[in-house]
């Protein structure tokens, strides 16, 4: 039997529509998981967007506190003073966060509302596509945010139980569950006392951000006090460990079927091709010929899935963010090489069945008239 | 359907696809289930929240502690209690956990509303986490757990209280306060009344807001919903696209399979329509018992789930079965419509071709 005869893709596609099903079959659970995890990777690019957007070298936090999200950080408004003292430090501002519904009429929006200077603008959002900065009783929202609240330029929004009139819009920053908003730090303070939440750190010329945090937490021992990548990671750590179990459960349920997919069709196309399988035993083909042969479908088969897959993720993923902005879908390469992988070690587990039906094929069964 | 084996291979296959949609279905119920566990069992009938706060999940909602002797000195306000609350991160394992901390005053309503093993926190070092929250991370009875920078010692356990990505953890009020850097305020009020709406309307026209514990509870369930709803939503549609492919594909290699049967019917004069329905009837029936294996899987998956990560609850409803059965439905037509065109050409001449 020549070698470089395709045996293999050549059953497998002889009926392509079944081919196509099988190969549509493993892709929609495959599909499962690339958006699940695409929906949670889209949230964390979101969630970490205005640290990754943010001027600062360094950040300040309440002890332990860590993160933004879902995070409740208090310092003294003393601590700006003291940081921007400190040797190497170019500017120290403080901000104010908490987070809440901003609302208009019936329509809700929950929000991470930071207050900040304006003047500065350090602590607000990188650009402001539209409007102005808040002055005092004024508010900037996110543009998908304004959206889903029904609310322009000018238009009055409630916070704090408190009218605030929105003054600018700006972009990204805006998830599934949340968004951003931004307000002065006097209003702020106003409503939630003097306190601040965090102390962003700018580094002066030459003055790494690594050294200047370690610089800052000496002087600091009560505080937490990270690189803004550092600060970045771990917002990211949070919305992964967050969504862990989730992920592992809908993989691990999405593989399963996958495996019965797999199996199923190999084991079925093995079945109708016996008498094929016994010809080839019968031409003086080895075992290892038959299993390669196994093997190779099983492999066009989860190429087949994979690719399709990541192409419907890329396609569905932008089709929802054109229906609804707020969901971001981010198709990473390394996670679609991760499920690639996993789907390979599936399709060989897959094969496990087949192979030992062609294994044990009589070469004699070839020349039987078939009934 | 001829092979065994590959029947119950199909079945198996298609089963599965079933349980993912119940599986995502009862994950949704249970979802919408555990949040609303704080009113359900908080005992409360009414809330005052800050001014323009709705629920008791988005956030932060700050009232100030005068406000307490107000409601109190209302005559049909049986009980009134503040509770603080707040999400903390926890560190634990190496892995972050978000939990939803509670901060009742000791004795009064508002905190741990169930027990696994020990007691409520009384001193302000004291906490009480959920008990899957617990087990997950090997904290016990005596264990202790950094809070934003303070030191807590673990002297309960609390029941039913694993909520869905966010599990619920107890302290006084006081040490939330000091967690939270916040004093002479709480989050919320709890009012018990057998009078809730003129207790309620009396509250509301001295300025404060007011909610009754189902306003609460449905709009908690409103912003769970807009969190999770879409999702689960795409999940369950992608489930319901697997499954009409693999029955298809089952349903397709049974059809393919057996043509020179199909062909024996049609030589004896058999319609093409009658094929179809012949054909429809072998898919519904692979669909029922995907239906049914489907459901039995779904069942060991869940008591595996529910043992490995007890903070999923899965409850099977009406509504996610119903979920299954028209998907199950719509798995069959799409199965029978695939190979309708091949049945309805199907030549006669087949059934006396030898097969090879």
């Given at each position: 039997v020549s070698r470089h005869v395709p045996l293999a893709r050549r059953a497998l596609f002889q009926d392509r529509r079944r081919a196509s099903l099988a190969a549509g079959g493993v892709a929609a659970v495959l599909l499962l998981v690339l958006m699940l995890q695409g929906i949670f990777d889209g949230a964390m690019q979101q969630v970490t967007l205005y640290l990754r957007q943010s001027p600062a070298d360094v950040i300040v936090s309440?002890?332990?506190?860590?993160?933004?999200?879902?995070?409740?950080?208090?310092?003294?408004?003393e601590t700006v003073d003291a940081v921007a003292g400190l040797d190497g430090v170019a500017w120290a501002e403080g901000i104010r966060y908490t987070t809440t519904i901003v609302a208009r009429g019936e329509r809700q929006q929950l929000s991470y509302v930071i207050g900040y200077d304006p003047v500065t603008g350090r602590g607000g959002p990188s650009r402001i596509t539209s409007?102005?900065?808040?002055?005092?009783?004024?508010?900037?929202?996110?543009?998908?945010?304004?959206d889903r609240l029904g609310v322009h330029i000018g238009d009055e929004l409630s916070l704090f139980g408190q009218d605030f009139r929105l003054s600018g819009l700006f972009t990204g920053g805006t998830t599934i569950a949340n968004s951003l908003a931004f307000i002065t730090s006097d209003d702020f303070a106003a409503q939630r006392g003097p306190t601040i939440a965090y102390v962003l750190v700018g580094a002066g010329p030459g003055v790494p951000a690594g050294v200047l945090a370690e610089r800052v937490a000496?002087?600091?021992?009560?505080?937490?006090?990270?690189?803004?990548?550092?600060?970045?990671?771990?917002?990211?750590?949070?919305?992964?460990?967050?969504?862990?179990?989730?992920?592992?459960?809908?993989?691990?349920?999405?593989?399963?079927?996958?495996?019965?997919?797999?199996?199923?069709?190999?084991?079925?196309?093995?079945?109708?091709?016996?008498?094929?399988?016994?010809?080839?035993?019968?031409?003086?083909?080895?075992?290892?010929?038959?299993?390669?042969?196994?093997?190779?479908?099983?492999?066009?088969?989860?190429?087949?899935?994979?690719?399709?897959?990541?192409?419907?993720?890329?396609?569905?993923?932008?089709?929802?963010?054109?229906?609804?902005?707020?969901?971001?879908?981010?198709?990473?390469?390394?996670?679609?090489?991760?499920?690639?992988?996993?789907?390979?070690?599936?399709?060989?587990?897959?094969?496990v069945l087949p192979l030992r039906r062609v294994t044990t094929v009589d070469p004699a069964s070839a020349f039987r008239r078939a009934t | 359907m001829g092979d065994g084996r590959r029947l119950v291979g199909s079945v198996v296959s298609a089963g599965l696809a079933v349980m993912l949609i119940l599986l995502l279905s009862g994950l949704w119920s249970g979802i919408r289930e555990q949040t609303t566990l704080y009113t359900d069992h908080a005992g409360a009938a009414l809330y005052v929240l800050q001014p323009g706060v709705r629920d008791l999940t988005a956030g932060t909602s700050v009232v100030p502690l005068d406000v307490l002797d107000r409601v109190r000195a209302d005559p049909e306000v049986t009980w009134a209690a503040p509770v603080r609350s707040s999400y903390v991160i926890l560190q634990l394992h190496d892995s972050k956990v978000a939990p939803y901390v509670v901060g009742a005053v000791p004795g009064q309503p508002g905190g741990v509303w169930s027990l696994a093993a020990g007691r409520v926190p009384m001193a302000d070092d004291e906490i009480v986490p959920d008990r899957?929250?617990?087990?997950?991370?090997?904290?016990?009875?005596?264990?202790?757990?950094?809070?934003?920078?303070?030191?807590?010692?673990?002297?309960?356990?609390?029941?039913?209280?694993?909520?869905?990505?966010?599990?619920?953890?107890?302290?006084?009020?006081?040490?939330?306060?000091?967690?939270?850097?916040?004093?002479?305020?709480?989050?919320?009020?709890?009012?018990?009344?057998?009078?809730?709406?003129?207790?309620?309307?009396?509250?509301q026209a001295a300025g404060l807001n007011v909610l009754t514990r189902q306003q609460v509870a449905a709009n908690n369930l409103r912003l769970a919903t807009g969190i999770y709803g879409a999702p689960l939503r795409l999940m369950v549609a992608i489930a319901v696209g697997a499954g009409t492919l693999i029955v298809a594909l089952a349903g397709y290699t049974a059809i393919v399979e057996r043509q020179r049967e199909y062909g024996v019917i049609k030589a004896l004069g058999g319609s093409g329509g009658r094929l179809i329905r012949l054909a429809f009837v072998q898919s519904l029936s692979l669909g029922s018992l995907a239906l049914a294996t489907g459901g039995l899987l779904f069942l060991a998956g869940r008591a595996l789930i529910e043992t490995v990560r007890p903070q999923f609850e899965i409850p099977l409803t009406g509504e996610s079965f119903g979920t299954a059965a028209l998907a199950s439905l719509a798995m069959a037509l799409v199965a029978t419509a695939l190979p309708a065109r091949r049945l309805r050409s199907l030549e006669p001449a087949l059934a006396f071709r030898a097969a090879g």
């Open positions: 309440q002890a332990d506190v860590r993160t933004m999200h879902m995070s409740v950080s208090t310092l003294p408004p409007g102005q900065s808040p002055a005092h009783g004024e508010i900037i929202v996110e543009a998908v945010a304004a000496r002087a600091l021992p009560e505080e937490t006090v990270q690189t803004r990548q550092r600060f970045a990671d771990e917002e990211a750590a949070l919305v992964k460990d967050m969504s862990a179990d989730i992920m592992q459960l809908m993989a691990l349920i999405s593989f399963l079927i996958g495996l019965a997919v797999i199996s199923l069709t190999l084991f079925t196309l093995t079945l109708s091709k016996l008498r094929e399988h016994a010809i080839v035993k019968a031409l003086g083909a080895p075992n290892r010929r038959l299993v390669t042969l196994v093997l190779h479908q099983a492999a066009w088969l989860v190429a087949m899935a994979v690719s399709l897959a990541t192409v419907l993720a890329v396609g569905l993923g932008r089709l929802i963010g054109e229906v609804n902005p707020a969901i971001t879908v981010a198709v990473e390469p390394s996670q679609v090489l991760r499920v690639a992988v996993a789907t390979m070690v599936v399709g060989v587990l897959g094969a | 899957v929250l617990a087990r997950r991370h090997g904290l016990g009875i005596g264990s202790s757990v950094e809070l934003a920078g303070r030191r807590f010692r673990v002297v309960g356990l609390a029941d039913h209280s694993a909520g869905f990505m966010v599990p619920f953890v107890f302290v006084t009020h006081a040490a939330l306060d000091d967690v939270t850097g916040t004093k002479a305020s709480t989050s919320f009020i709890l009012i018990g009344t057998s009078h809730p709406t003129t207790v309620a309307a009396r509250l």
